[in-house]
């Protein structure tokens, strides 16, 4: 083409987030759910679809789905904004809260979508480190907001790739550091369900708190793209603002509202994959690997005296697909496996042996 219009100079560099799609038996790479939702629900749903008027555009603000959610979490619906998986509700954060002249806090390393989608909002991105066990350290995160005074401030507990999870208190600390500055605090709670502590009980329209979570994970519902966050109701108008119309398709509102009908069987499914994990830490620590103790549906680990990337090959020829961390920033050779089922998880621990012997 002669005179091909030119991307804007700050997205030119950037890379896609992608996880390699490999044809394997066993795939633990994206941290889903190993099992799909109960078959009631699916049922459910199929039948409900039938009803749909789709000659009509949904209901615009997702009413049944806000206020169902909002019973869920004894909050108000006005304190619920839903989107197209957690993604998009960081992104409508981000849309109203970052932009040209401001600044994103992240702390490394965590979920890399952050700092990826703060950059493509036109926000600066500003980075402090984490520990050498990948905690929040406190005065890091005082001294970049100090010298930066974020507009946004971005916890992820449990954190993505590590597991560690931020206890309630490191959220207070973080939030009041940041009041000082008029930040907002957002901690993405993707993998909340599986953790011991949670920072919803924090919300109110007092404070500067948002928490963004998924049905991708917990309610076994991927495909479905679905997420929300609970906030206070003054940034959820805010974020009304600035999400396209219609956004969120009669489907989504239909199978989210349906999902919340079985809270039991999702709270079974989580006591299992919090017991598989705990098994599958266990038997990582028999092996010569150094592993993180998570409060995720996924364990961080990286082999020690060998190479990450051999090793994840090594799986990967065994047909057994985790997700490859071994070139990330501070994650020399680590490898993260999501929690499958005990026949995936035993596959995995059964290639791996055999890998290290
Ligand atoms: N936050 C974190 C920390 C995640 O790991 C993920 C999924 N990879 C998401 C948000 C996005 O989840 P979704 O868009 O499927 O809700």
């Known amino acids: 083409m002669r005179n091909r219009p030119r991307v804007r100079d700050d997205l030119a560099m950037m890379e896609g987030y992608h996880s390699p799609q490999v044809s394997v038996d066993v795939r633990l790479n994206t941290n889903e759910s190993p099992y799909p939702p109960p078959p009631a629900f699916t049922e459910q749903l199929t039948a409900a679809i039938a009803d749909v008027a789709w000659h009509r555009y949904p209901d615009r603000v997702a009413t049944g789905l806000r206020a169902k959610l909002a019973s869920h979490y ?26 040209p002249g401001r600044r994103a806090a992240v702390f490394e390393p965590t979920y890399a979508l952050h700092s990826h989608i703060a950059r ?15 905690a929040l350290d406190l005065d890091v995160v005082r001294t970049v907001l100090e010298a930066h005074a974020p507009e946004v401030v971005f916890l992820c507990s449990p954190n993505n790739p590590t597991g560690v ?11 009041d550091l940041a009041q000082v500055y008029g930040g907002l605090v957002v901690v993405d709670e993707a ?32 495909a479905l793209r679905l997420g929300y966050c609970i906030g206070p109701s ?24 349906l999902a919340l009908d079985f809270r039991r069987e999702m709270d079974e499914r989580v006591s299992l994959l919090v017991e598989e994990r705990g098994r599958l830490v266990a038997a990582l620590r028999d092996l010569p690997v150094t592993v993180w103790p998570s409060g995720a549906n996924f364990v961080l680990f990286r082999p020690e005296d060998r190479d990450g990337n051999d090793v994840w090959q090594a799986l990967v020829d065994r047909s057994v697909l985790v997700r490859n ?11 993260r ?9 035993d596959r995995f621990l059964a290639a791996l042996s055999e890998v290290l012997a």
């Open 234 to 257: 003054w940034l959820v108008a805010e974020l009304d603002n600035v999400v396209l119309p219609y956004h969120l398709d009669a489907v989504k509102q239909i199978a989210g509202t």
């Open 74 to 99: 004894g909050v108000r619906a006005d304190q619920v904004f839903v989107a197209n998986g957690s993604n998009e509700v960081l992104q409508c954060v981000l849309l109203a809260y970052g932009g």
């Open 325 to 335: 961390c071994a070139s990330w920033p501070r994650l020399d050779g680590c490898l």
């Open 120 to 134: 493509i909002a036109g926000t600066e991105v500003v980075t402090g480190e984490r520990t050498e066990l990948f």
């Open 337 to 345: 496996v999501p929690i499958g089922t005990p026949e995936e998880d």
């Open 165 to 175: 999870v931020d206890p309630p208190e490191t959220v207070q600390f973080v939030l």
């Open 191 to 222: 993998y909340g369900q599986f953790a011991p502590s949670s920072a919803v009980s924090l919300v109110s329209d007092d404070v500067p708190l948002v928490v963004s979570r998924t049905f991708s994970k917990t309610w076994s519902l991927a």
